[in-house]
């Protein structure tokens, strides 16, 4: 028994060790939606960010599942990743309002590690949605497939008026694994990447960070658009209520299976090792 307990305590100091010199992600992230570790499914995708709460299954969980994911640009070539997919209309995340965490932005930053996974389900393809209720409302930020095909547009909202789509020059190949983040400086700039790499910029929007971002879908742009769901698969959502610089967007991109709370982490590993014993 004692030589157990040493064998444990010797990998968990070990794992330890090893999470705090690996967990470098950008700190004070707001939501934090990991596949990889998500009590709530298939009820939820509970936010490990500073917000809280988690965002409910529509009508129906998008699917658990394990594969690789590898994107040469950023040196990643992950074996067994876990991510959500959906596999037909009104499958997403994002319920209604009052279930959704409360995100209040003036400065913000969202990072996508997804890939698309096909055609249209409907008549339009979605992928997610950031905004203040109701969702043609005061302020947000819509993404779209433009044209229902494979390239990612953005819809703004900003003091009470609406934006058409906009192209951002992103482009999802077909069952191609990449990282997507996009910048937005209050009033200033909105920047688009794509694994690590500048695509677009564009000029900024007046936000005012009283007001919640409280719609929130993902895999659609809002709970009543669900039908319209992006026909694709999710590994990790991020948001921060700040502007990332480009170092640390270059962080985020290239620690994505690095990318973990030591708090979260030590937990779950010592748990994995008591259930091994």
């Not at 992600?25 to 990889?36: W, Y």
């Not at 932005?105 to 969202?110: H, K, P, R, V």
């Not at 990072?111 to 698309?116: A, G, Q, S, T, V």
């Amino acid at each position: 028994m004692r030589n157990v307990i040493s064998t444990l305590t010797a990998m968990f100091i070990m794992a330890a060790a090893c999470t705090f010199a690996y967990a470098d992600a950008v700190p004070g992230a707001v939501m934090i939606l990991d596949a990889s570790d998500n009590p709530d499914h298939p009820k939820a995708w509970k936010n490990l960010g500073e917000a809280g709460g988690s965002l409910s299954a529509a009508d129906k969980a998008p699917e658990l599942e394990e594969g690789p994911i590898k994107i040469a640009r950023l040196g990643i070539n992950e074996r067994k990743a876990m991510y959500y997919t959906t596999k037909a209309s009104k499958q997403t995340f994002g319920g209604p309002v009052n279930k959704n965490p409360r995100l209040f932005l003036a400065d913000w930053t969202f990072e996508f590690l997804c890939k698309r996974n096909g055609n249209l389900y409907v008549e339009e393809h979605h992928f997610a949605g950031f905004q203040n209720s109701p969702r043609e409302g005061a302020q947000g930020i819509r993404f779209w497939l433009l044209g229902g095909g494979d390239e990612l547009g953005i819809s703004i909202h900003a003091k009470g008026s609406k934006q058409a789509p906009e192209a951002i020059k992103i482009q999802l190949e077909q069952d191609v694994w990449t990282w997507i983040t996009l910048v937005g400086e209050n009033k200033k700039s909105i920047v688009a990447y794509q694994d690590g790499k500048v695509i677009s910029k564009q000029g900024g929007f007046d936000w005012n960070v009283k007001l919640p971002i409280n719609e929130i879908s993902i895999g659609a742009n809002s709970y009543s658009e669900r039908r319209r769901t992006f026909n694709g698969s999710f590994s990790l959502v991020r948001v921060y209520d700040k502007a990332l610089t480009p170092a640390q967007v270059s962080q985020n991109a290239r620690g994505v299976f690095l990318a973990v709370e030591p708090g979260d982490k030590l937990s779950t590993t010592w748990g994995k090792l008591k259930n091994g014993f």
